[in-house]
């Protein structure tokens, strides 16, 4: 988002799980580059600025707890949504 517009988090819940969706207003993920986002290492960015990291470790600590990270992109509108299960109450 290059440090300005609208960052958004959502949540509900559907069947056995909640939802958490982050939704931003910035130029999207361009078509090309989106299968790579998850891997460790990749970024847009310059040197110094990111380590291209945190998309991988995302996805890892969802993964822990049985759930799955997806995503959207357009220009002006990126979703990522986080299906986390819930846990039946003792």
Same mark, same amino acid.
């Given at each position: 988002? !290059?440090d300005?517009? /609208?960052? /958004?988090?959502e @949540?509900?819940p *559907? !069947?056995n *799980?909640?939802?958490i969706?982050?939704?931003d207003?910035g130029?999207?993920?361009?078509p +090309? #580059?989106?299968?790579? #986002?998850? +891997?460790?290492f990749? /970024?847009t960015?310059?040197a110094?600025?990111?380590?291209?990291l945190?998309? !991988? #470790?995302?996805?890892k600590?969802?993964?822990?707890?049985?759930?799955? #990270? /997806?995503?959207?992109? *357009?220009?002006?509108? @990126? @979703?990522f @949504?986080?299906?986390?299960?819930v846990?039946?109450?003792?």
């Amino acid at each position: 988002m !290059d440090d300005k517009g /609208t960052l /958004t988090i959502e @949540t509900f819940p *559907q !069947d056995n *799980q909640v939802l958490i969706s982050i939704i931003d207003n910035g130029k999207g993920i361009a078509p +090309e #580059i989106k299968e790579k #986002i998850f +891997e460790p290492f990749f /970024t847009t960015k310059r040197a110094g600025e990111g380590s291209g990291l945190g998309l !991988d #470790i995302v996805r890892k600590i969802v993964k822990k707890h049985e759930g799955k #990270i /997806t995503f959207e992109s *357009q220009p002006g509108k @990126t @979703t990522f @949504t986080v299906f986390l299960p819930v846990l039946p109450s003792s």
